[in-house]
C-alpha cells in the first residue's frame, strides 16, 4: 500500500493544467493546426521541416521530400536517428490511389548464433556495444522510395543535408539535453568523442555544429547510390570498425541487405480503416487495442474519465500479452496476424475486462486461425507517413571511423529463451517499436501520422485516433491532449513487485479521476518525458486542403505552403 499512498501525494501536486487560454478550441491545444493547400511537412525538428518544405517547392514530391528530411533529422537530431538505423514507412501513391508499405529494417549478422549468446553466460543481449549491433536499414530504404516514387535527382535531395553538415547549425535546446545524456554510456567506444565532443563536450544550446564526416557520407551516397554505403568503402569501413571492437557485423552482411515492401494491414474503427505495418514491427498492436475499444461507448464515457482510462489499460493490456508473445519476424514464424486483427478475437478478449477492477495479468491469446517520425504531402495528392531510429536514443555506441554516425542498437530486442517467437537466430530481423501509421476513409486518404517513442507508440496511436473520432477533436488538439501510458508489469519499484504494471497520466487530469483509478486497483506512477512525439497530416477529402500538427512536448514543426 505504500506505493499507492506515494502515488496520492505526488498526484495532487500534478494535475494542473496548461497556464494559459485560448479563444477557441481545447484549453489544452498549444496553437492551431497549420492549413496549407500546396503542400505540407511535419518533422520533429523545425529545419528539418524547413529542408522538406523546400524540396517541395523545388518541385520535387512528398516522398523526395521525406527523404530530404530524414537525412536532416539524422543531422540535426543524432539523439534519435540516423543511417546507422532502420526504416519503416507507408505511403500514399496518387497515382495508383494506394497505400504501399516498405519495411526497411535490418538483419542480424550471420557469424553470430544464439550458442555464442549462452556461451558467454547472457540471459539478454546487451544494450550498447557491437553486440546488439544489426544491418542499419534506412539508406536502402531511402533508394527503394525513391526508385519507386521519387521526382527528383538523390544528389538535390541530400544536398541541403550536406550543406548544414559541412556548415554547421545550431543545436536545440532539447537535443543538447539528450546529447548530454549520452556521454556517460557512449563516450568510451571508439568514434564517438571524435563525431560528437569535437570540443571535448557535445554541443551546448545555441552552438553550432559540424559534422564534416557525415556530409562526406552522404557525398558518397548521393552519388553512388545504395551500393556506395553496402558494397563500397563506407560498408569496409563499418565491416573493419566492427571487428575491431569484436563485433560480428560483417561485409557480407551489408552486401547482402534488402528491404522488403509488404502490403499493410487495416482495422476499421467506427468507419475509418486505420493501416499499419505487419510485424516484425507493434503496429499490430493499435489495431488489436482499437478493436477491444469499439465494443465500448468511448464518447459517452468522455474524455479523461476514468472509465475510459481504466478500458483503455485493460485493452492495452490484452494487446501487449500477444505482442510479447507473436510479434516478430515473419520470415521465421507463422504469425497470425488476420486473427489478431479481427474483430472476432477482439470481442473474445473484450470479454475478459472488469469494468470495475484492474487485471493483474492477462495471459495472451489462443492463435485460432528514443526515434523520429516525420510525414509529408505535395499538392498531387502523395502522402508519405515515415519512422526511423537507432534505437535507445543514439544507438549502440559503435561509430565507424570517419563516417559521423553511429550504427543502432535494435538487435537488443531479440529474445535470448529458445522456442521463443523473437529469439535470437543469424540473419533474423528483430522485434521493431517504431511504426508508422495512416487512415484512409472511403477508401480515400484522410490521415498520416505517428508518434514515436518505444512501447509508447501504439498506445498513443491509439489515443489520437480516439481524440479524433470519439471526441471531436481537431488535428492539433488531438496530439496535445493529455495522455495516458501503461507500463509492464511486474516491475522493481521501492524492492515491491507490482502485478498489473503501473498507469502514468500527464498533468491535465483532475484529482478525483486519479483517486478513483486508484480504486479500481490500478497503481499510478508520474513519468517525465515519455508520452511519445507526435506528427500528423490530415487531408480534407472535398477540398483536398492540408491540415498539419506537430508535437508540443518536442521540438517539432508543420508547416506548408
Same mark, same amino acid.
Given at each position: 500500500?505504500?506505493?499507492?499512498?506515494?502515488s496520492?501525494?505526488?498526484?495532487?501536486?500534478?494535475?494542473?493544467?496548461?497556464?494559459?487560454?485560448?479563444?477557441?478550441?481545447?484549453?489544452?491545444?498549444?496553437?492551431?493546426?497549420?492549413?496549407a +493547400?500546396?503542400?505540407?511537412?511535419?518533422?520533429?525538428?523545425?529545419?528539418?521541416?524547413?529542408v522538406?518544405?523546400?524540396?517541395?517547392?523545388?518541385?520535387?514530391?512528398?516522398?523526395?521530400?521525406?527523404?530530404?528530411?530524414?537525412?536532416?533529422?539524422?543531422?540535426?537530431?543524432?539523439?534519435?536517428?540516423?543511417?546507422?538505423?532502420?526504416?519503416?514507412?507507408?505511403?500514399?501513391?496518387?497515382?495508383?490511389?494506394?497505400l504501399?508499405?516498405?519495411?526497411?529494417?535490418?538483419?542480424?549478422?550471420?557469424?553470430?548464433?544464439?550458442?555464442?549468446?549462452?556461451?558467454?553466460?547472457?540471459?539478454k543481449?546487451?544494450?550498447?556495444?557491437?553486440?546488439?549491433?544489426?544491418?542499419?536499414?534506412?539508406?536502402?530504404?531511402?533508394?527503394?522510395?525513391?526508385?519507386?516514387?521519387?521526382?527528383?535527382?538523390?544528389?538535390?535531395?541530400?544536398?541541403?543535408?550536406i550543406?548544414?553538415?559541412?556548415?554547421?547549425?545550431?543545436?536545440?535546446?532539447?537535443i543538447?539535453?539528450?546529447?548530454?545524456?549520452?556521454?556517460?554510456?557512449?563516450?568510451?567506444?571508439?568514434?564517438?568523442?571524435?563525431t560528437?565532443?569535437?570540443?571535448?563536450?557535445?554541443?551546448?544550446?545555441?552552438?553550432?555544429?559540424?559534422?564534416?564526416?557525415?556530409?562526406?557520407?552522404?557525398?558518397?551516397?548521393?552519388?553512388?547510390?545504395?551500393?556506395?554505403?553496402?558494397?563500397?568503402?563506407?560498408?569496409? +569501413?563499418?565491416?573493419?570498425?566492427?571487428?575491431?571492437?569484436?563485433?560480428?557485423?560483417?561485409?557480407?552482411?551489408?552486401?547482402e541487405?534488402?528491404s522488403?515492401?509488404?502490403?499493410?494491414?487495416s482495422?476499421?474503427?467506427?468507419?475509418?480503416?486505420?493501416?499499419?505495418?505487419?510485424?516484425?514491427?507493434?503496429?499490430?498492436?493499435?489495431?488489436?487495442?482499437?478493436?477491444?475499444?469499439?465494443?465500448?461507448?468511448?464518447?459517452?464515457?468522455?474524455?479523461?474519465?476514468?472509465?475510459?482510462?481504466?478500458?483503455?489499460?485493460?485493452?492495452?493490456?490484452?494487446?501487449?500479452?500477444?505482442?510479447?508473445?507473436?510479434?516478430a519476424?515473419?520470415?521465421?514464424?507463422?504469425i497470425?496476424?488476420?486473427?489478431?486483427?479481427?474483430?472476432?478475437?477482439?470481442?473474445?478478449?473484450?470479454?475478459?475486462?472488469?469494468?470495475?477492477?484492474?487485471?493483474?495479468?492477462?495471459?495472451?491469446?489462443?492463435?485460432?486461425?528514443?526515434?523520429?517520425?516525420?510525414? +509529408?504531402?505535395?499538392?498531387?495528392?502523395?502522402?508519405?507517413?515515415?519512422?526511423?531510429s537507432?534505437?535507445?536514443?543514439?544507438?549502440?555506441?559503435?561509430?565507424?571511423?570517419?563516417?559521423?554516425?553511429?550504427?543502432?542498437?535494435?538487435g537488443?530486442?531479440?529474445?535470448?529463451?529458445?522456442?521463443?517467437?523473437n529469439?535470437?537466430?543469424?540473419?533474423?530481423?528483430?522485434?521493431?517499436?517504431?511504426?508508422p501509421?495512416?487512415?484512409?476513409?472511403?477508401?480515400?486518404?484522410?490521415?498520416?501520422?505517428?508518434?514515436?517513442?518505444?512501447?509508447?507508440?501504439?498506445?498513443?496511436?491509439?489515443?489520437?485516433?480516439?481524440?479524433?473520432?470519439?471526441?471531436?477533436?481537431?488535428?492539433?488538439?488531438?496530439?496535445?491532449?493529455?495522455?495516458?501510458?501503461?507500463?509492464?508489469?511486474?516491475?522493481?519499484?521501492?524492492?515491491?513487485?507490482?502485478?498489473?504494471?503501473?498507469?502514468?497520466?500527464?498533468?491535465?487530469?483532475?484529482?478525483?479521476?486519479?483517486?478513483?483509478?486508484?480504486?479500481m486497483?490500478?497503481?499510478?506512477?508520474?513519468?517525465?518525458?515519455?508520452?511519445?512525439?507526435?506528427?500528423?497530416?490530415?487531408?480534407?477529402?472535398?477540398?483536398?486542403?492540408?491540415f498539419?500538427?506537430?508535437e508540443?512536448?518536442?521540438?517539432?514543426?508543420?508547416?506548408?505552403?
Amino acid at each position: 500500500m505504500r506505493l499507492i499512498y506515494l502515488s496520492l501525494l505526488v498526484i495532487v501536486f500534478s494535475s494542473g493544467s496548461h497556464a494559459y487560454d485560448r479563444i477557441t478550441g481545447e484549453p489544452f491545444a498549444s496553437r492551431s493546426e497549420v492549413i496549407a +493547400t500546396n503542400g505540407m511537412v511535419a518533422t520533429s525538428q523545425p529545419l528539418a521541416t524547413q529542408v522538406g518544405l523546400d524540396i517541395l517547392k523545388q518541385g520535387g514530391n512528398a516522398i523526395d521530400a521525406a527523404i530530404a528530411a530524414n537525412a536532416m533529422l539524422g543531422l540535426v537530431e543524432p539523439t534519435g536517428n540516423g543511417i546507422g538505423g532502420d526504416l519503416f514507412a507507408i505511403v500514399w501513391d496518387a497515382k495508383t490511389q494506394r497505400l504501399y508499405g516498405l519495411n526497411a529494417s535490418g538483419r542480424s549478422p550471420k557469424s553470430l548464433t544464439l550458442a555464442y549468446f549462452k556461451e558467454q553466460g547472457m540471459s539478454k543481449i546487451p544494450s550498447h556495444g557491437p553486440l546488439p549491433v544489426s544491418v542499419p536499414g534506412a539508406v536502402d530504404g531511402w533508394f527503394e522510395l525513391h526508385n519507386r516514387f521519387g521526382s527528383i535527382p538523390m544528389t538535390n535531395i541530400l544536398a541541403p543535408t550536406i550543406d548544414y553538415a559541412k556548415k554547421g547549425f545550431p543545436v536545440s535546446e532539447l537535443i543538447a539535453w539528450y546529447m548530454n545524456r549520452s556521454v556517460p554510456i557512449l563516450s568510451k567506444f571508439d568514434g564517438f568523442k571524435e563525431t560528437y565532443m569535437p570540443n571535448g563536450a557535445t554541443p551546448k544550446k545555441g552552438e553550432i555544429f559540424v559534422n564534416q564526416n557525415l556530409a562526406a557520407t552522404l557525398e558518397k551516397i548521393a552519388t553512388g547510390g545504395r551500393d556506395a554505403f553496402y558494397k563500397g568503402d563506407i560498408a569496409r +569501413t563499418i565491416a573493419a570498425y566492427m571487428k575491431e571492437q569484436g563485433g560480428f557485423l560483417s561485409y557480407e552482411d551489408l552486401a547482402e541487405h534488402t528491404s522488403t515492401w509488404v502490403e499493410p494491414v487495416s482495422s476499421n474503427y467506427r468507419g475509418y480503416d486505420v493501416w499499419e505495418l505487419p510485424p516484425n514491427g507493434q503496429g499490430i498492436a493499435a489495431l488489436q487495442i482499437l478493436n477491444i475499444l469499439e465494443q465500448y461507448d468511448i464518447e459517452g464515457m468522455g474524455f479523461g474519465s476514468p472509465e475510459y482510462i481504466h478500458t483503455f489499460v485493460e485493452a492495452k493490456k490484452l494487446a501487449f500479452e500477444d505482442r510479447a508473445k507473436y510479434y516478430a519476424d515473419p520470415e521465421f514464424n507463422e504469425i497470425p496476424v488476420d486473427w489478431l486483427i479481427s474483430k472476432e478475437y477482439a470481442q473474445q478478449r473484450a470479454k475478459l475486462i472488469d469494468m470495475k477492477k484492474a487485471a493483474k495479468r492477462y495471459d495472451a491469446g489462443i492463435n485460432e486461425g528514443d526515434t523520429i517520425y516525420l510525414t +509529408t504531402a505535395d499538392k498531387e495528392g502523395n502522402m508519405v507517413s515515415l519512422i526511423q531510429s537507432n534505437y535507445r536514443g543514439m544507438g549502440s555506441g559503435m561509430t565507424p571511423t570517419g563516417l559521423g554516425f553511429i550504427l543502432q542498437d535494435r538487435g537488443e530486442m531479440f529474445s535470448l529463451q529458445e522456442g521463443h517467437f523473437n529469439v535470437y537466430a543469424p540473419e533474423k530481423r528483430p522485434f521493431h517499436t517504431i511504426i508508422p501509421a495512416f487512415v484512409t476513409r472511403s477508401g480515400k486518404p484522410w490521415l498520416s501520422f505517428g508518434v514515436m517513442g518505444g512501447g509508447t507508440q501504439p498506445q498513443m496511436h491509439a489515443q489520437i485516433i480516439v481524440n479524433l473520432i470519439d471526441f471531436g477533436m481537431n488535428l492539433q488538439e488531438a496530439g496535445d491532449a493529455p495522455r495516458m501510458l501503461h507500463t509492464g508489469s511486474s516491475e522493481p519499484t521501492d524492492e515491491i513487485m507490482i502485478d498489473g504494471g503501473f498507469v502514468s497520466l500527464e498533468s491535465g487530469y483532475d484529482y478525483e479521476t486519479r483517486r478513483q483509478l486508484v480504486q479500481m486497483g490500478h497503481v499510478l506512477r508520474d513519468v517525465s518525458g515519455s508520452y511519445g512525439g507526435y506528427q500528423a497530416i490530415m487531408r480534407d477529402l472535398k477540398t483536398g486542403v492540408y491540415f498539419g500538427a506537430s508535437e508540443t512536448r518536442k521540438d517539432g514543426q508543420a508547416s506548408g505552403y
